[in-house]
């Protein structure tokens, strides 16, 4: 079995929190913006499905916490993995969009792009993260709460602007779509552009000081 006190697992475990926060940024921005990816942006992607998964199998080794001590049985720690979390992961780990895309054909890729945000599914990790943080007598409660409160709100807004912009997706850009209602340049511009604009108006949206400039 695995020592969780390990350095090289201390380290594998943050490069995994790393890996998750990437994904729940990446994930609601590929389905939005996916048409700009690349094949070496797949291969990128292919290769950290390979990583997540590699960390489901390190699970199965790592000792569980029960009553404030470590429990080494691995059928113990099978039993509470596979009980839930380990569903989890593999929902999220599975390239879902690349194997239906494979099956249905390209002719469905703006449905098949909700795909991606069953990467979503391994959010939970974060929560543990923080509520590991929680229990650590040398973090404050106050930064922490703020920390979380702030990151839920860019997430909010990060989520919000990708959705907006693929409604607009979904109705092929038409004439009464928000993107051409705004600027019709902004589908030849670059995806940041695309983005930041999206962003804009979630923001303002949700601080009320720019609603209605801009509307699905």
């Known amino acids: 079995l695995i020592n969780p006190n390990y350095v090289w697992y201390c380290r594998w475990r ?4 790393f890996l998750t926060i990437f994904d ?3 994930a609601p921005y590929r389905m939005a913006f996916s048409q700009l990816e690349t094949d070496s942006i797949e291969i990128f992607l292919l290769a950290l499905d ?3 998964f590699i960390n489901i199998i390190i699970t199965f080794f790592v000792p569980i916490e029960h009553d404030q001590s470590l429990v080494f049985e691995r059928k113990r720690i099978a039993k509470k993995y596979l009980r ?3 569903w989890l992961d593999i929902l999220g780990t599975i390239p ?5 895309g494979e099956i249905v054909g390209s002719n469905y890729n703006d449905i098949l792009n909700l795909f991606h945000l069953t990467r979503l599914t391994r959010t939970y990790r ?4 923080f509520d590991s943080l929680q229990e650590n007598s040398r973090v404050s409660f106050v930064n922490l709460t703020l920390s979380k409160v702030l990151l839920l709100l ?3 807004g990060h989520f919000s602007a990708c959705f907006f912009w693929y409604i607009a ?3 092929n850009f038409s004439d009464d779509s928000w993107v051409i209602q705004t600027d019709p340049a902004l589908l030849a511009a670059p995806a940041f552009e695309q983005y930041v604009t999206s962003v804009y108006w979630s923001f303002t949206t949700a601080s009320t000081v720019g609603y209605g400039d801009i509307s699905p």
């Open 14 to 17: 943050e490069t995994i929190n």
């Open 24 to 26: 729940i940024v990446a």
């Open 50 to 52: 390979a990583l997540f």
């Open 84 to 86: 839930r979390n380990f």
């Open 96 to 100: 879902f969009p690349v194997i239906v």
């Open 126 to 129: 974060m929560c543990l993260f």
């Open 154 to 156: 860019l997430i909010a």
């Open 169 to 171: 997706r979904l109705e």
